[in-house]
Structures are given as structure tokens and as C-alpha cells.
């Protein structure tokens, strides 16, 4: 994680001593979770939460996901992070994904719940990969989103929480 951090230190032009005291810890533990020569120390699963509440920066915690829970972490590869052009990557990611869907065999399949064979195992992981570079990108469309707003997306989160729950999107052990 020291690259991703060091990402965000750059970011956010926070220092490692401020993020150090923001977080309670010596100066020198952050160095060490940000060397990028292949020494850095592991940030614990204890750290990792501090950094994520001190930091509120919704990239460093989808990486902060990724590493501790192997959740899709934000996209920082080829693609353009500009809002209009993530939009166009949702619809070509989504309509992948509909096309997956149609397939009238596994469609038969997610309706009946029959036993599950090769071709139709090929047919399913193929279509949730689709899902999960769908999701990918929606995720990253509302960093996007949420950045313009000024926010993280822990921050809109909490704002909705209550909202969602009585939506019924969420059980109501508002966490």
C-alpha cells in the first residue's frame, strides 16, 4: 500500500507528520508504511481503519478494501477519471453486461436453478465478471461524483444512510 499512500499524501498535500499526529501515531510509522523500495512495513488491519477515518478520501479506502477485504479497489489504470467520459465507460460496461445477460441459455438457467454445468458455469462467471467491471466503474463514477461535490464517499454515505434504510435498501442497525 505505500504507493497508494503516498498517492494520497501527494493528493491531498497532507504531510506525513500531520497524518502521523491525525492518526496518534510516531512520524516515523508512516515513513515506514511508505517506503516504495520494497521495505515498507505492513500498515495492521487496526492502522488501516485509523487511516481510513483520519484520511476521508474515498480512493484510499477502496484501496484500504482491496487489501484488507478483496473488494474491487478504485480504478487507476488506462482509462480517464474525467466524469463525462467515466459516464461513457458505465454505459459500454453495463450494455456488456446486458448482452451477457440475454443469453437465453443461462437466463433459463437463473430462472430455474438447475444444476449447474460446464457451459453454463462458463457462461455465469463470464457474466459476473461483466457485473464487476460494471461495478468498478459505477463506484468510480461516484468518487467522481463525490469529489466534484467536495466529499468523500463516506461522507455521503452517512449523509443517506437514514434515508436508505427507511428505503429499505439496509436493515435499520444504522452501524
Same mark, same amino acid.
Given at each position: 500500500?505505500?504507493?497508494?499512500?503516498?498517492?494520497?499524501?501527494?493528493?491531498?498535500?497532507?504531510?506525513?507528520?500531520?497524518?502521523?499526529?491525525?492518526?496518534?501515531?510516531?512520524?516515523?510509522?508512516?515513513?515506514?508504511?511508505?517506503?516504495?523500495?520494497?521495505?515498507?512495513?505492513?500498515?495492521?488491519?487496526?492502522?488501516?481503519?485509523?487511516?481510513?477515518?483520519?484520511?476521508?478520501?474515498?480512493?484510499?479506502?477502496?484501496?484500504?478494501?482491496?487489501?484488507?477485504?478483496?473488494?474491487?479497489?478504485?480504478?487507476?489504470?488506462?482509462?480517464?477519471?474525467?466524469?463525462?467520459?467515466?459516464?461513457?465507460?458505465?454505459?459500454?460496461?453495463?450494455?456488456?453486461?446486458?448482452?451477457?445477460?440475454?443469453?437465453?441459455?443461462?437466463?433459463?438457467?437463473?430462472?430455474?436453478?438447475? $444444476?449447474?454445468? $460446464?457451459?453454463?458455469?462458463?457462461?455465469?462467471?463470464?457474466?459476473?465478471?461483466?457485473?464487476?467491471?460494471? /461495478?468498478?466503474?459505477?463506484?468510480?463514477?461516484?468518487?467522481?461524483? /463525490? $469529489?466534484?461535490?467536495?466529499?468523500?464517499?463516506?461522507?455521503?454515505?452517512?449523509?443517506?444512510?437514514?434515508?436508505?434504510?427507511?428505503?429499505?435498501?439496509?436493515?435499520?442497525?444504522?452501524?
Amino acid at each position: 500500500m505505500p504507493r497508494e499512500i503516498n498517492q494520497f499524501l501527494s493528493r491531498t498535500g497532507i504531510t506525513k507528520r500531520t497524518l502521523a499526529k491525525d492518526m496518534h501515531v510516531v512520524a516515523q510509522t508512516i515513513t515506514d508504511w511508505t517506503k516504495e523500495d520494497g521495505s515498507a512495513k505492513n500498515v495492521t488491519a487496526e492502522n488501516a481503519v485509523r487511516l481510513n477515518e483520519v484520511a476521508n478520501d474515498s480512493s484510499l479506502a477502496q484501496t484500504i478494501g482491496y487489501y484488507y477485504l478483496g473488494l474491487p479497489k478504485s480504478m487507476d489504470g488506462d482509462y480517464s477519471l474525467d466524469l463525462s467520459k467515466l459516464d461513457d465507460l458505465r454505459d459500454l460496461e453495463e450494455d456488456e453486461r446486458d448482452e451477457k445477460q440475454s443469453d437465453r441459455d443461462l437466463r433459463r438457467f437463473l430462472c430455474k436453478g438447475t $444444476e449447474l454445468d $460446464e457451459t453454463i458455469y462458463e457462461k455465469l462467471l463470464d457474466l459476473a465478471r461483466e457485473q464487476a467491471e460494471a /461495478c468498478i466503474v459505477n463506484n468510480q463514477y461516484l468518487f467522481a461524483l /463525490c $469529489e466534484q461535490l467536495g466529499m468523500s464517499v463516506m461522507e455521503l454515505t452517512e449523509m443517506f444512510m437514514d434515508r436508505w434504510i427507511s428505503d429499505g435498501y439496509f436493515g435499520g442497525d444504522n452501524v
